[in-house]
């Protein structure tokens, strides 16, 4: 038995029937195809969360005025006012605090020249671009000097800056906020998107006594929208979350027995959630997809086990002539792999091809990587091997007079 | 000739002794039929010999070439092959039997279809594994000494009957079998080319020696053959003679 010859047969059988051969290998294409799709969409999912959570800066918690209530929905957090630039001072000096950054925000339209651009103002203290572990890829953030004298001054994010400046250099330019001239002191590295999906370098960042004296206005005069708060470490977590909650209590004079009007928040936690979401979500992409991989493989069985009812004299020919029953086993299932393989090969390339497809008009992050298209192909084989085993074994468990008696 | 051993003369290709075959049949209203075709059926072939097997329609001769031929296995019997009991051989002992040792020519046939005549008299090489270009050179030399060499390329439906019967008898012999098989390979052909068919049986056997057993229902067909044995309800009537 020489097995290349026997490969000959098998490619010889599926060219004499090149529809049945087509429509066999569509099911396996669009299989395949979807599991190198759907992957490729859940490991790019992952990899914009991963990506958001290394852009948040580490040991984070995010202290949002408001209560959240675990029952009745009270008051929803960040709707109050309650937070202070004192508050935010005073957590600075906890034990277990290594800082703490202040925000206000709102939109504002932004004029370079001609050009204007809409997008949200942050007012922050100097120390939010170490919180944030954000440095400038051109220029500097402000100073503390800047901060204490409320001076007007702006640090762009790369898109608000692609926008306002197109390809000009926007440090040491001035640009007008709500008409108000600012002078850009840098612009900031790229970040990419946050997990809640906004895109963070289309933000600008002016010093947080200016935004509320200048920008602003005086709506909440000394409220802040929300802080952001980094603990020393990964360890002292726990306590710098009870110390945060003990103090702002205290501040706020809440009685024992009272919610709080604030919210503290873990994001390590958070960061833990989106990424088991991303997870679950991937592995249901792929689950999905196997699904068509199955019926696919359910039709190469299908069209296997026709086939060799249809070739039974066939096969009792070839028995007569000396084909033994391993030769007959291997040409059959040879079949179905070549089909698995062929249609493995060409549902990758659609995959891919679709994949891209995807992240151009869905403008969604698509991860391929070597590992997923050798899965899926691997995958392709097995379904191959397993669902042509049963048809092959079929046809070469037949007896060779009856099969040539075979009408 | 009654004993149960082998016979290791070298002269005896095909011992066959008690030979019995039943049918078992489920026609699903009394449950399982048992229906016996041959009844200790026993014969000597020696090497070189051209017998055919007559008979009338049912009398278990394609019953006994299918057990000659190792395609089916007898119910119970002995037979030797070439000094080689094979009665007993498992299925992948038999493959290698059929391949290297018989060949079979049908009353249809039975040639592989949209497969070109040369492809189909290489084939049994492929499962022999000798190489593709080996396997083709000798099967385009059987096809030449049959008169085919111009047909190589066809396909059989391309092919007159006595042409792709021809395609089967030089498949038959691509592996240099000792024994050729022929189950009325004439019965589908007009009496001319049947006497055309037949030449090729007789120069083969008597040229080159090669054992023939044929089944056939005409007279002038046996007449080819230099011994006849006669079946009748499975069992041997006649063994000797031609006109009989
Ligand atoms: N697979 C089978 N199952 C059951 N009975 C069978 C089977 N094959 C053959 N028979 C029976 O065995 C008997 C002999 O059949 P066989 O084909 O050997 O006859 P034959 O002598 O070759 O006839 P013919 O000259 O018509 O070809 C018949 O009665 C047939 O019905
Ligand atoms: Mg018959």
């Known amino acids: 038995m020489n097995l290349l010859a026997i490969i000959g047969e098998a490619l010889r059988a599926l060219r004499l029937n090149r529809l049945r051969t087509g429509?066999?290998?569509?099911?396996?294409?669009?299989?395949?195809?979807?599991?190198?799709?759907?992957?490729?969409?859940?490991?790019?999912?992952?990899?914009?969360?991963?990506?958001?959570?290394?852009?948040?800066?580490?040991?984070?918690?995010?202290?949002?005025?408001?209560?959240?209530?675990?029952?009745?929905?009270?008051?929803?957090?960040?709707?109050a006012q309650t937070l202070t630039l004192g508050d935010a001072q005073a957590v600075t000096n906890l034990p277990s605090i290594k800082a703490v950054?202040?925000?206000?925000?709102?939109?504002?339209?932004?004029?370079?020249?001609?050009?204007?651009?809409?997008?949200?103002?942050?007012?922050?203290?100097?120390?939010?671009?170490?919180?944030?572990?954000?440095?400038?890829?051109?220029?500097?953030?402000?100073?503390?000097?800047?901060?204490?004298?409320?001076?007007?001054?702006?640090?762009?994010?790369?898109?608000?800056a692609k926008n306002l400046f197109g390809d000009e250099d926007p440090t040491g330019k001035t640009i007008r906020i709500k008409k108000?001239?600012?002078?850009?002191?840098?612009?900031?590295?790229?970040?990419?998107?946050?997990?809640?999906?906004?895109?963070?370098?289309?933000?600008?960042?002016?010093?947080?006594?200016?935004?509320?004296?200048?920008?602003?206005?005086?709506?909440?005069?000394?409220?802040?929208?929300?802080?952001?708060?980094?603990?020393?470490?990964?360890e002292v977590m726990d306590e710098a979350e009870s110390e945060i909650n003990q103090l702002l209590r205290q501040r706020h004079r809440l009685a024992e027995g009272t919610d709080s009007d604030f919210t503290v928040r873990n994001m390590a936690a958070l960061a833990?959630?989106?990424?088991?979401?991303?997870?679950?979500?991937?592995?249901?992409?792929?689950?999905?997809?196997?699904?068509?991989?199955?019926?696919?493989?359910?039709?190469?069985?299908?069209?296997m086990l026709v086939s060799v009812t249809e070739r039974t004299r066939e096969i009792g020919i070839r028995m007569a002539i000396g084909a033994n029953r391993r030769a007959i086993l291997t040409q059959f299932l040879l079949e179905a792999l070549v089909i698995c393989i062929l249609g493995?090969?060409?549902?990758?390339?659609?995959?891919?091809?679709?994949?891209?497809?995807?992240?151009?008009?869905?403008?969604?992050?698509?991860?391929?990587?070597?590992?997923?298209?050798?899965?899926?192909?691997?995958?392709?084989?097995?379904?191959?091997?397993?669902?042509?085993?049963?048809?092959?074994?079929?046809?070469?468990?037949?007896?060779?007079?009856?099969?040539?008696?075979?009408? | 000739m009654a004993s149960v051993q082998p016979d290791s003369s070298a002269e005896s290709l095909i011992r066959v002794e008690n030979l019995c075959k039943t049918y078992s049949l489920d026609n699903g209203i009394n449950g399982t039929v048992n229906s016996q075709v041959l009844y200790d059926v026993s014969l000597n072939i020696n090497r070189g010999e051209f017998v055919a097997i007559m008979g009338h329609s049912g009398s278990g001769k394609?019953?006994?070439?299918?057990?000659?031929?190792c395609l089916d296995t007898p119910t119970s019997g002995h037979y030797w092959l070439a000094g080689r009991d094979v009665a007993a051989l498992p299925e992948n002992e038999l493959a290698r039997v059929r391949n290297h040792t018989i060949g079979?020519?049908?009353?249809?046939?039975?040639?592989?279809?949209?497969?070109?005549?040369?492809?189909?008299?290489?084939?049994?090489?492929?499962?022999?594994?000798?190489?593709r270009a080996e396997s083709r050179r000798r099967a385009l030399e059987l096809l030449r000494q049959t008169g085919l060499g111009n047909f190589a390329a066809y396909q059989p439906n391309q092919l007159s009957g006595g042409q792709q019967q021809r395609v089967a008898i030089s498949r038959a012999l691509v592996n240099n079998p000792q024994l050729i098989l022929a189950d009325e390979p004439t019965g589908n052909l007009d009496t001319q080319t049947s006497g055309e068919i037949m030449a090729v049986f007789e120069r083969l056997n008597r040229e080159q020696g090669i054992t023939i057993v044929l089944v056939t229902h005409e007279n002038d067909i046996a007449a080819y053959a230099h011994r006849l044995v006669r079946l009748k309800d499975g069992r041997v009537v006649h063994d000797g003679g031609v006109t009989a």
Request: charged letters at 10%; zero cysteines.
């Open chain 1, 23 to 79: 429509l066999t290998m569509l099911g396996m294409i669009i299989g395949v195809a979807a599991v190198v799709l759907m992957l490729s969409i859940g490991q790019g999912a992952q990899t914009t969360v991963n990506q958001a959570i290394a852009s948040m800066g580490s040991n984070l918690f995010i202290v949002l005025p408001g209560a959240t209530s675990s029952g009745a929905m009270r008051q929803s957090s960040g709707s």
């Open chain 1, 101 to 160: 950054a202040p925000i206000i925000t709102g939109t504002a339209q932004l004029n370079y020249g001609a050009n204007n651009w809409s997008t949200v103002v942050t007012g922050v203290t100097p120390d939010y671009f170490k919180v944030r572990n954000w440095s400038t890829e051109d220029g500097e953030v402000f100073s503390d000097t800047d901060f204490r004298s409320a001076a007007r001054v702006v640090v762009l994010g790369q898109v608000t």
């Open chain 1, 180 to 234: 108000s001239p600012f002078l850009v002191t840098g612009v900031l590295a790229a970040k990419g998107q946050s997990l809640d999906g906004r895109d963070q370098d289309d933000s600008v960042f002016i010093p947080l006594t200016t935004g509320q004296r200048q920008i602003f206005g005086s709506q909440f005069p000394g409220t802040i929208r929300f802080m952001m708060v980094q603990g020393k470490s990964v």
């Open chain 1, 272 to 303: 833990a959630v989106a990424t088991g979401a991303a997870k679950v979500m991937s592995l249901m992409l792929g689950a999905i997809a196997s699904v068509s991989l199955l019926v696919g493989g359910i039709g190469i069985m299908n069209i």
């Open chain 1, 344 to 407: 493995g090969l060409v549902g990758v390339a659609l995959g891919i091809g679709g994949a891209w497809a995807v992240s151009r008009a869905a403008d969604m992050a698509v991860v391929i990587t070597l590992g997923m298209v050798g899965l899926a192909f691997l995958f392709a084989s097995a379904v191959g091997i397993f669902f042509g085993f049963y048809p092959a074994r079929k046809a070469a468990a037949l007896r060779p007079v009856e099969a040539l008696r075979y009408e």
């Open chain 2, 62 to 69: 394609s019953t006994l070439m299918n057990l000659l031929g």
């Open chain 2, 104 to 131: 079979f020519v049908f009353q249809g046939f039975n040639l592989l279809k949209r497969m070109t005549a040369l492809d189909n008299v290489a084939t049994p090489l492929l499962y022999a594994g000798v190489g």
